[in-house]
């Protein structure tokens, strides 16, 4: 990281210096909209070409074939990457909520986009900011770091101290975003129909609506300043959490200032002693109980870089409360006798319990029914073990993915639970990767009784 000198004046040549580490984003709606028919007219190119050198060797290739080629994926999720905004935010929520529905190809594409954006220039970046502050904005500051300390979908973040003292981690939102956020979501929706390949019957439309109204919700940085404030609030008596306070002061709808809390990222201590991962996994584990059972406000992004840890307090740091969601009671209560009939071995209140949340949906072939509720006990045993669970050690990842599968190519179980549950259903999913990622050794089924 790069920083600006720290004295009082400061100057603008660290911007124009720092101009070429960066892709600039793309912010009219024209623009965008043409970036997104050039994705699509490279594809239907190599796709014309592959097929036309297949027809030479004698061969006929099915049209899916030659569009989820790798270098396609390679070449959309290259392209979604450089859009930033909703065009790459929407193929994160589709690849976590459907991702087990689409094809591998389309699977490649949105898993890519998981992956950090490139940021802005130094140029952009200071026209952003002189847009959001005004002109003369550098003289509040004794030190901003012109290249960013992560940079994601929807905005940047950057380290900076002002003249009182303050030090600061400043989200700036990439120009355009808020504006094209409609239409990216429409463009990013043609692009998964062109594969032609998901399945009959899997409605979609819900599903992308509610992609657009959280992404209009998250591009809304006083809002975020607001939920980051209800979650500090509901958080400060714990003593292994710790999160940002916000600056009302900095903070406009594009840019979301907030004190800086140290540590890194949790997925970085995954070479550190057992102790220390068991203490962060455990840490995330017993947070996701209580965000949904106690606090029912939960942090729905399980983006490992959400989530820091400071060794020195010993102390969880929780990020990024764009997608901070309230958890209806009726929800919560709804887990609570799914996991609770799920514990007791009850194979038939579990079934009625996911019948009544939505996990299943009407009309399941009865061998499909049977394999879902099957693959929900399974991952409900950890919590039955009454001993620590060894996520380095458990075959359980691998006999999920064999159980799922099972349904692939099926045409008949498309179906998309309600939103709520995707959102939680993602969060679980999260912490589980990341406590296979530290290989922590947990006994879950105490951690799940003080809540259940």
Same mark, same amino acid.
Request: aromatic share 6%.
């Given at each position: 990281m790069t920083d600006t000198p720290d004295t009082d004046d400061l100057k603008t040549d660290e911007f124009m210096a720092d101009d070429t580490a960066g892709a600039p984003v793309p912010a009219g709606r024209l623009s965008r909209m043409a970036r997104f028919g050039g994705i699509a007219a490279g594809v239907a190119g190599a796709a014309l070409a592959q097929g036309a050198g297949e027809l030479a060797r004698g061969r006929r290739p099915a049209v899916q074939d030659l569009l989820l080629t790798p270098a396609n994926a390679r070449r959309v999720a290259d392209q979604l990457a450089n859009l930033r905004g909703a065009a790459m935010k929407v193929g994160q929520l589709v690849s976590m909520d459907t991702g087990d529905l689409l094809p591998p190809e389309l699977s490649e594409i949105f898993a890519r986009l998981r992956a950090d954006a490139r940021p802005m220039p130094g140029r952009q970046l200071k026209m952003v900011l002189s847009e959001a502050w005004g002109r003369g904005w550098l003289t509040q500051f004794s030190r901003f770091d012109v290249r960013p300390i992560a940079a994601a979908s929807?905005?940047?973040? +950057?380290r900076a101290r002002t003249k009182d003292g303050r030090d600061l981690a400043i989200k700036i939102q990439y120009p355009g975003v808020a504006q094209s956020i409609d239409s990216d979501v429409d463009n990013v929706a043609k692009l998964i129909a062109l594969s032609g390949v998901l399945p009959?019957?899997?409605?979609?439309?819900?599903?992308?609506?509610?992609?657009?109204?959280?992404? +209009?919700?998250?591009?809304?940085y006083i809002g975020e300043g607001a939920r980051l404030e209800l979650f500090a609030d509901a958080v400060a008596d714990e003593p292994d959490i710790v999160t940002p306070r916000l600056q009302a002061d900095l903070t406009t709808k594009t840019v979301l200032a907030m004190t800086f809390e140290a540590g890194k990222p949790v997925e970085k201590f995954d070479a550190v002693d057992q102790a220390t991962r068991d203490r962060i996994a455990g840490l995330v584990l017993d947070l996701l109980f209580k965000e949904l059972f106690t606090l029912r406000l939960m942090q729905t992004d399980p983006n490992f870089a959400n989530f820091f840890y400071d060794p020195a307090r010993e102390t969880l740091v929780l990020l990024d409360f764009?997608?901070?969601?309230?958890?209806?009671?009726?929800?919560?209560?709804?887990?609570?006798?799914?996991l609770r009939a799920g514990v007791a071995g009850d194979h038939e209140a579990l079934a009625r319990a996911a019948d009544d949340m939505g996990f299943l949906g009407p009309?399941?072939?009865?061998?499909?029914?049977?394999?879902?509720?099957?693959?929900?006990?399974?991952?409900?045993?950890?919590?039955?073990?009454?001993?620590?669970?060894?996520?380095?050690?458990s075959d359980l990842p691998m006999k999920m993915r064999d159980k799922g599968l099972a349904l692939q190519g099926r045409r008949d179980l498309a179906h998309v639970p309600p939103?709520?549950?995707l959102?939680?259903?993602?969060?679980?999913g999260g912490v589980f990767l990341l406590a296979s990622r530290l290989r922590a050794r947990l006994d879950i089924g105490a951690v799940a009784r003080r809540y259940l």
């Open positions: 929807i905005g940047q973040v +950057h009959d019957g899997l409605a979609l439309e819900p599903l992308l609506e509610e992609a657009k109204r959280q992404l +209009h919700e998250e591009a809304d764009g997608a901070a969601k309230a958890i209806p009671e009726q929800v919560a209560e709804q887990y609570r006798t799914f009309g399941l072939p009865s061998d499909v029914r049977a394999l879902l509720i099957e693959m929900m006990t399974m991952v409900i045993e950890p919590l039955r073990l009454g001993e620590p669970f060894d996520f380095a050690a939103i709520d549950l959102y939680i259903q993602r969060k679980i």
